[in-house]
């Protein structure tokens, strides 16, 4: 049977064109990435009516990101097993052929395709940050909660982990975060050396020269005392060494944790890479390219592109510094007022890589307390949305809210909130922009004191790593103040304009247009909301097994009964593996795991449509009752293949006659679900709807139970 994310997976790749339209596919924390040979193929309408998908965004070079949150590995390695993509690349991106895509006039796309999506190099830019840092993410997230337990043990007074000469448990506990983030150049260069589609351990090889205890060795004036040279900055307590190679003077530095020369190295070892590619014969290019590129980049990185580097993060990073010391309330502001708009365009990384160079080169970070009042805003207009979503009793909102505010308070991960929720809904961002700035402000007005809130670790701003921060009992007023405003604003004043609540109070309407496009049908069939009580009197006249199996009759109710349309076993609707049906927004019903070839009318009444395709037929019963057939799942894909109908739309069918003659083999071997759901879509307007599962039936055997 087919999972919910076997039928997302399949529903993704039609979304975007099918497979035929895709070049590669990778993802990162929470994106499925897509190069395609067509972006206009992609039909993001669809997209986001999947209910794993949170959004999707068309941007230059036929790139195409369909956003799916902590589940995109999930959904990924479903994506990847389809028989569909065998030869589709995976994991890597081919070249770009020079077609610019453009995003749909959505306003979610809209807002996310401001800065990008518009020129080709910057998306290019931005993606090489992206990919270096990404896969990465989870290694970052561990370590920094390790640092968190270790700040609460610290405060606790039970290990000084500051101490040079703390028990040697204690020691390899801090070797676990350490190694993250000391070895961070190395992992950096290899994801970026692959993003550039050069050999990655290569770029994991040049960076890791550089940080052997031989080249670090040079540092050591007793080792070398005719050749090294140091100099002691008293003002800053650092020192800086020079030595001669070969009579030429080369600059050391300590490259662990940096971030900026892995990066910038492996953009010039792309370049000697693929230059000597075009030019040596395959036949000894497993020599000859990594030995050359070796020769040339490893010393132009020790002599040039390091230095270079570490200037340019200690330039920038001392700039913020400046700012961060001379205007504190700005700063404090500025940055959860910024991070809004930053991380929807995924603009945020270069911040992301100072605030790992300010670690490396200071000691600890200042970015990062400042940024916590922006997760925080953010997360409290989820709690918010999910507050209204209880009251209100939204279903999809509840769920949809609910993995959102999970992933960020003890994640930090603030995209499923952004592409699941704010980015939808205009009213949310202007509500928690003034939790942002009530957060930074706190801060700000806190920590003058202390010169702002600070932090030795990368940490993902989440309930979990509020003891990194110091003080922390700023910070965590801070985020408190940020999480509560934006909270109580969008509880108080809502998150929809009057038209959105009128649309989500009439879920109705989104289930008839659901209805209608998977029926073809150009009349309406209506469609419940969920199922209220049932009565223990509902099948007193329904005949055989389905009466016995309920309490006495009520004589003055009639009760209809749904038959089996094909014979085999009867599942619920949540065994289906269909997200809609299993919802039950299409009406309270059953499906069938089907045995045989011929699916039947299970009722006698009129055809209000009959889907081209074959897979789907409305037909209501002169008594009011409607009932949706829809034979296999996903199979409006097959277009009809395997399907041969005998009925036409408008005419009259009784109870038993063949609606169409299906080839289930076909559909099997094509790779869709042969279930076949029997549905009432109107349920919210009759008495009681009750289905009888886990047997295994006949055609005609009775179903469901209908009660007016």
Excluded at 149 to 167: E, Y
Excluded at 221 to 234: A, D, G, Q, Y
Excluded at 271 to 293: D, N, W
Excluded at 401 to 420: C, D, H, K, N, Q
């Amino acid at each position: 049977m087919m999972s919910n994310t076997q039928q997302s997976a399949e529903s993704i790749i039609s979304g975007v064109g099918g497979s035929a339209n895709v070049r590669s596919m990778t993802h990162c924390a929470t994106r499925l990435r897509f190069e395609l040979r067509d972006n206009s193929k992609a039909d993001q309408q669809a997209l986001e009516a999947i209910p794993e998908v949170l959004g999707a965004l068309a941007q230059s070079g036929n790139r195409y990101q369909v956003v799916i949150g902590g589940g995109v590995e999930t959904m990924y390695n479903a994506i990847v097993a389809l028989p569909s993509m065998a030869n589709v690349a995976h994991g890597e991106e081919s070249e770009d052929d020079g077609t610019s895509g453009t995003s749909d006039a959505d306003v979610k796309a809209a807002a996310r395709s401001k800065a990008r999506g518009k020129i080709a190099w910057l998306d290019s830019f931005f993606e090489y940050l992206s990919d270096s840092f990404r896969p990465i993410l989870g290694v970052l997230l561990g370590a920094s909660l390790i640092i968190a337990f270790a700040s609460v043990m610290d405060a606790l007074g039970i290990v000084d982990f500051r101490s040079p000469t703390k028990p040697a448990g204690w020691v390899l506990i801090d070797a676990m975060w350490r190694g993250v983030f000391y070895f961070l150049p190395i992992m950096i260069a290899y994801n970026a050396a692959k993003k550039l589609k050069v050999d990655p351990w290569l770029g994991a090889t040049v960076m890791a020269a550089l940080m052997t205890p031989n080249f670090m060795s040079l540092s050591d004036i007793k080792t070398f005392p005719n050749e090294t040279l140091c100099v002691v900055n008293h003002t800053l307590n650092t020192s800086s060494c020079t030595t001669k190679i070969f009579g030429l003077t080369m600059q050391l530095n300590d490259y662990g944790g940096n971030v900026f020369v892995p990066l910038m190295m492996v953009a010039v070892l792309a370049l000697v890479y693929h230059g000597f590619k075009k030019v040596i014969p395959s036949s000894v290019q497993m020599v000859f390219l990594p030995f050359l590129s070796m020769i040339i980049v490893i010393p132009l990185t020790a002599f040039l592109i390091g230095p270079l580097g570490v200037w340019l993060g200690n330039g920038i990073g001392a700039g913020l510094a400046w700012l961060n010391t001379t205007a504190p309330f700005i700063f404090a502001i500025l940055i959860p007022m910024i991070y809004p708009f930053l991380v929807p365009l995924g603009l945020h990384w270069p911040l992301n890589a100072l605030m790992l160079v300010n670690i490396q080169t200071l000691g600890y970070d200042f970015i990062q307390g400042p940024m916590g009042a922006w997760n925080f805003a953010c997360f409290g207009a989820t709690a918010g949305v999910l507050f209204i979503a209880w009251r209100n009793k939204d279903k999809v909102m509840k769920q949809t809210a609910t993995g959102a505010l999970v992933a960020g308070l003890f994640g930090g991960v603030s995209e499923p909130s952004l592409y699941g929720i704010h980015l939808r809904f205009k009213r949310i961002y202007p509500r928690m922009l003034v939790g942002c700035f009530a957060g930074g402000l706190t801060l700000a007005i806190l920590s003058l004191p202390y010169g702002g809130v600070r932090t030795g670790a990368f940490a993902f701003t989440s309930l979990l790593t509020i003891p990194v921060f110091s003080p922390m009992w700023v910070y965590a007023i801070s985020v408190a103040v940020a999480f509560v405003v934006a909270m109580v604003l969008i509880i108080i004043s809502d998150y929809r304009t009057p038209e959105q609540k009128a649309e989500a109070a009439a879920a109705l309407a989104k289930a008839e247009g659901q209805v209608s496009a998977t029926v073809s049908a150009q009349e309406p069939i209506s469609a419940p909301a969920p199922l209220g009580q049932q009565t223990s009197t509902l099948l007193a006249d329904a005949p055989g097994d389905l009466a016995s199996s309920s309490g006495s009759p009520t004589a003055a109710a009639p009760v209809s009964v749904v038959h089996a349309p094909i014979a085999g076993r009867v599942i619920t609707l949540d065994e289906t593996g269909d997200p809609v049906f299993a919802t039950k927004a299409l009406g309270e019903g059953v499906g069938i795991v089907p045995e045989g070839s011929s699916v039947v009318s299970p009722v006698s009444g009129t055809l209000l449509s009959v889907a081209k395709t074959g897979h789907a037929f409305g037909i209501k019963t002169d008594d009011g009752v409607e009932v949706l057939v829809h034979i296999g799942i996903d199979t409006v894909k097959m277009k009809g293949e395997g399907f041969t109908v005998a009925v036409t739309k408008g005419s009259r069918v009784t109870e038993g006659d063949v609606l169409a003659t299906v080839d289930f083999d076909a559909v099997r071997a094509a790779g869709y679900s042969t279930t076949t759901i029997v549905t009432v879509t109107n349920t919210l307007r009759l008495h009681a709807v009750e289905p009888i599962t886990d047997v295994t039936v006949e055609i005609g055997d009775p179903i469901i139970a209908v009660e007016h």
